[in-house]
């Protein structure tokens, strides 16, 4: 787990650790929250520079003289779009995994201080 340096490679990581039915301790869970959370402003940042994409071709459209409904249809139908939708999809799996390594590490120190 050391080695994971970008949300990409961390995320696919947990997955994998899903897929084959692995435990994650609660220590690890921290460590890939806390590199997340640190993470997710570049990933954040790069969701606003495509929103921002669509926005400008949003408004090129209308400027061309097309409709604003044909404009949002343009748009929804673009490769950019369909980027969009991935980058927010990967804010909330990283936002998701942020809370269950919290909900973890709560369940684990519960545990501990009850003795089980």
Excluded: F
């Amino acid at each position: 787990m050391n080695d994971l340096r970008t949300c990409d490679t961390i995320l696919a990581w947990l997955k994998e650790q899903t897929e084959h039915k692995r435990p994650i301790s609660p220590h690890t869970w921290m460590e890939a929250a806390q590199a997340l959370n640190t993470l997710s402003s570049d990933e954040n940042d790069k969701l606003i520079d495509i929103e921002s994409a669509l926005a400008n071709m949003r408004t090129g459209y209308i400027e061309s003289g097309k409709s604003a409904v044909a404009a949002r249809m343009l748009v929804e139908s673009s490769e950019l779009y369909k980027s969009a939708r991935k980058q927010r999809g990967k804010m909330e799996q990283i936002k998701e995994a942020v809370r269950l390594a919290k909900l973890s590490a709560r369940i684990k120190s519960d545990e501990m201080r009850s003795g089980l």
